[in-house]
């Protein structure tokens, strides 16, 4: 059989969301020449370009049209171009995504500091105090006291998306930068330092 046979991934609509999501959480916004009414089509050729995916063209369009009809999605034209950004509505979805690929990279060597995490959330909000102490026990923080975690590597980042995503206040959770923990050579062994 001559010539080459376009396979299109057969992925499930949500997982076309998440996708189009995280590219725009990454990217900022998208800017596409808005000289034909096929923009969603080059749209896809976009996306599908910069992740060496293909996905069905139906498919795909349905995702968009769902997520802007949802208000996730901004979309502008201006100047013969068209400009499509995540609402904050679409901010926040994206944060959700994100949260499920959350990790702490190690570096070459350890500045010294440990880094905790202080929460009191208030009992009625105990399955949201679960999950919450589920991430931290996944991201390999090693608890010092009830709630009280550490880390020794920098993981702010990862602290504000979690407080944002579960929506705690500052008196909820707090992030500390300690030079110092009395005794920490127990902590020193469990993360190997």
């Not at 609509?13 to 996708?19: A, V």
């Not at 208000?71 to 400009?83: M, R």
């Not at 008196?171 to 020193?188: A, K």
Request: aromatic share 12%; proline share 3%; with cysteine.
């Amino acid at each position: 059989m001559k010539g080459k046979i376009k396979y299109y991934l057969k992925k499930p609509k949500s997982e076309i969301i998440k996708d189009l999501i995280f590219w725009l959480a990454v990217s900022g916004s998208i800017i596409i020449a808005a000289s034909s009414p096929f923009f969603v089509q080059r749209l896809l050729q976009k996306l599908s370009a910069r992740q060496k995916k293909t996905y069905n063209a139906q498919s795909f369009r349905n995702a968009f049209y769902r997520l802007k009809r949802e208000k996730y999605l901004n979309v502008q034209t201006s100047n013969h171009q068209i400009y499509i950004s995540l609402t904050p509505e679409g901010r926040k979805k994206a944060g959700r995504f994100q949260i499920n690929h959350l990790s702490i990279a190690r570096p070459a060597k350890w500045d010294g500091k440990w880094r905790v995490i202080v929460f009191d959330v208030k009992h009625k909000q105990r399955i949201k105090r679960e999950a919450l102490r589920g991430f931290i026990k996944r991201l390999g923080f090693s608890q010092l006291q009830k709630s009280v975690w550490v880390h020794p590597y920098d993981c702010r980042p990862e602290v504000e998306l979690l407080k944002e995503f579960f929506g705690f206040t500052t008196r909820e959770l707090n992030f500390l930068l300690v030079d110092q923990i009395e005794d920490d050579e127990r902590l020193q062994e469990v993360f190997k330092l």
